[in-house]
């Protein structure tokens, strides 16, 4: 019977990793970094490995491999997102910015109000529906938000359901 | 435990991502499907995968393609070959003479396709996002792109049968590329 060994990490500042109190995004080659450490650490004498890369996460393997070719020799790209991203640059750091106001302003009631009158159903589908979104967003702060941007529901998916559970 | 940051932190995770993207197309150089000619993506966009449906209890059931796979048809093996020999005559990176010696193995899903997640996730991308595979495997020392019609982009973790047995194939090719993990 083959046995296989596997490790599996959060990365900074998601999931049950260390909190990113920095204030900064963490940059690609510290991402990387992170990640061979994370490997080695857990099997010091493993030299070749075969990564699993998810979401944003088939983008952070192929930049451990176009880092260290040598380490790597296979990938499972799981439903990475394609590198067109890159064009969608503004739109992203707008929604960077919308995500970074939900909090500031959720005392207001402002959200809350929104969840009430927001169209979420219109967002609904097999894969991903908006009371899907909501009960997870309230689980986190106890309160009730709306996502009503589906760029934001994209993110949702890429960053959080798809690498940092 | 990072759930009562969750907003912070996603914040900070967008950088990171566009960073990464761009990154690994500055990695690709011309490989980049993000930086091919349009035609040159609409062709391996329309390359079709090695199977198409989901893989449950060691077999492939083939189902129709998702509305992601665009196009009218999947190329003739003569049009694949053509891109083929059009990609491989593009100058070589230092990530694509890597990618050759890796055992690759591309699982598509169900991407933003349903309404308001396709309001976003623009034609333009869905084409990226297939070429982008298709070319990963394409150029792989052993490559091979499976797509799941049905399975949501952030289902893909029930694919427990299909994720296994990519793993399986990929570590039995590392073993004949000679680069055994």
């Known amino acids: 019977m083959m046995t296989s060994q596997v490790v599996s990490f959060d990365r900074y500042g998601v999931g049950w990793s260390d909190e990113n109190d920095s204030g900064a995004s963490p940059s690609v080659d510290e991402c990387v970094r992170d990640a061979f450490f994370c490997m080695k650490c857990a099997m010091p004498e493993q030299d070749k490995w075969l990564l699993l890369g998810p979401s944003m996460g088939s983008i952070v393997a192929q930049c451990m491999i176009a880092q260290q070719p040598d380490k790597i020799a296979g990938l499972l790209n799981m439903d990475g997102f394609p590198a067109a991203f890159e064009s969608e640059r503004e739109n992203f750091m707008s929604g960077r910015k919308m995500w970074a106001m939900i909090p500031m302003i959720s005392w207001t009631g402002i959200v809350r109000m929104m969840l009430s009158i927001a169209p979420l159903d219109a967002f609904a589908s097999q894969s991903f529906t908006a009371s899907h979104i909501k009960a997870q967003v309230r689980d986190m702060l106890s309160a009730q938000l709306t996502l009503t941007d589906s760029l934001t529901d994209t993110l949702l998916e890429c960053c959080w359901l798809g690498d940092c559970r | ?181």
């Open chain 2, 1 to 181: 435990m990072n759930r009562t940051s969750f907003f912070k932190n996603t914040c900070l995770e967008f950088p990171l991502m566009l960073d990464l993207a761009e990154s690994a197309s500055n990695a690709w150089g011309p490989l980049a499907v993000s930086r091919m000619p349009a035609n040159e993506v609409r062709a391996l966009a329309r390359v079709a995968p090695a199977q198409n449906g989901l893989f449950e209890n060691g077999q492939w059931t083939t189902l129709p393609r998702s509305r992601v796979e665009l196009g009218d048809s999947w190329l003739s093996e003569e049009e694949k070959h053509e891109i083929e020999r059009v990609v491989r005559s593009k100058t070589p990176t230092a990530m694509s003479t890597t990618w050759s010696r890796l055992a690759v193995r591309v699982m598509s899903g169900r991407n933003y396709d349903y309404p308001g997640g396709d309001s976003f996730y623009k034609d333009e991308m869905k084409e990226t996002a297939a070429a982008e595979g298709n070319l990963q495997a394409m150029i792989a020392g052993d490559g091979a792109r499976y797509a799941f019609p049905t399975v949501g982009h952030d289902k893909m973790f029930t694919a427990i049968d299909a994720i296994v047995q990519c793993m399986v194939e990929i570590d039995d090719a590392a073993a004949t590329l000679q680069t055994p993990v």
